[in-house]
């Protein structure tokens, strides 16, 4: 920008702030050359036809600029849920699947129609200042109204990881109860309401949210979550993921980010560090089963019947059942 005049380059710097098209920088002084030089040395970012200071993060910008393509429109579901660090998955592997790595807005029911390319995505549907809020200028949604917009649009086993993760992360229920009730005519509300049901907080990763829609379907008896073992001494320090009482069983979904270290060293450690766990939790007398994403996510996984297998094996154990105890869900609050 050294070759602009300070008048210009002032008044560049202020008017970038929000997103313009390329008309207004040249009705401003530059020439084609001075914004490609720009762009250049990332002092400008270019998304949607718009351009934008180079310091802005590029997520939020490209949101951004989106959103200067649709007048009025409010960010929302996915990119909303990515704006206030909401966990989200979908499968891929569905054909219906939706591009969750478009930006994502909603306007005004009066707008001509929804659209749906591969980088935006424009809904219409009816918005109410409780279903606002405002972040680095942008117009969002609000968490409740996230979480309600992503559970309508999406299956039971994609949605259910943004409703935990919300519910963990202290959205409250009585908020998407709401927000619920102002769409109760909507498209996709029932599916919704029977989500929210189901969600928990104490579900800590989207493997484990995809876990129990796995076990519901499959007619797995429902799991006690975050569940500890009294050593005879002290509470362990260890929480379950999964735990059935009645069967002596543990249920643990290891993400690869269980293991994954900065090093080869302590990669090795924290394997070492899950063996030593394994073992203090069978000297409890309980069957212990370990799956991972591809257990959880294949149709037609034989995690169920692993389970259930072991279900049989806990019932036979001759010893005394553990001390255990689990929190309760509506007080849960993760740990630090």
């Not at 050593?231 to 320090?237: A, C, L, S």
């Not at 293991?259 to 309980?286: F, M, N, P, T, V």
């Amino acid at each position: 920008m050294d070759r602009l005049e300070d008048v210009v380059r002032e008044q560049l710097m202020a008017m970038v702030r929000t997103p313009q098209r390329r008309r207004t920088l040249l009705a401003l002084g530059l020439r084609d050359a001075d914004v490609r030089r720009l762009l250049r040395r990332q002092e400008l970012q270019h998304h949607h036809g718009h351009y934008l200071d180079g310091r802005v993060d590029q997520v939020l910008a490209r949101i951004a600029c989106a959103q200067a393509m649709h007048r009025g429109s409010v960010v929302s579901h996915f990119s909303a849920a990515q704006i206030a660090g909401l966990r989200t998955w979908t499968d891929i592997r569905r054909p219906s699947a939706p591009p969750a790595d478009a930006v994502w807005l909603t306007r005004s029911p009066a707008a001509k129609r929804n659209q749906r390319r591969p980088d935006i995505v424009v809904r219409r549907a009816g918005l109410t200042l409780a279903d606002l809020r405002r972040h680095e200028g942008l117009v969002v949604t609000t968490a409740a109204r996230t979480v309600v917009d992503l559970a309508r649009e999406l299956p039971l086993r994609e949605a259910i990881v943004t409703v935990d993760h919300a519910l963990r992360t202290g959205t409250p229920v009585a908020e998407c109860e709401a927000v619920l009730e102002r769409q109760q005519r909507w498209t996709g509300v029932r599916r919704a309401r029977t989500t929210l049901a189901f969600g928990d907080p104490r579900s800590e990763s989207a493997l484990e949210s995809i876990a129990r829609v796995l076990f519901a379907a499959a007619g797995i008896p429902t799991p006690v979550l975050q569940a500890q073992f009294w050593d005879g001494v002290r509470w362990m320090p260890e929480r379950v993921d999964f735990w059935w009482p009645q069967y002596r069983t543990v249920g643990e979904a290891d993400g690869l980010a269980k293991y994954d270290g900065s090093s080869a060293e302590e990669r090795r450690r924290l394997l070492r560090a899950g063996h030593r766990r394994d073992q203090r939790l069978s000297d409890r007398g309980i069957e212990l089963v370990h799956f991972g994403w591809e257990d959880a996510i294949d149709r037609h996984s034989d995690l169920p019947a692993r389970l259930r297998a072991a279900f049989h094996r806990g019932r036979s154990r001759p010893t005394p059942p553990p001390t255990w105890r689990a929190p309760d869900p509506a007080h849960w609050l993760p740990a630090a």
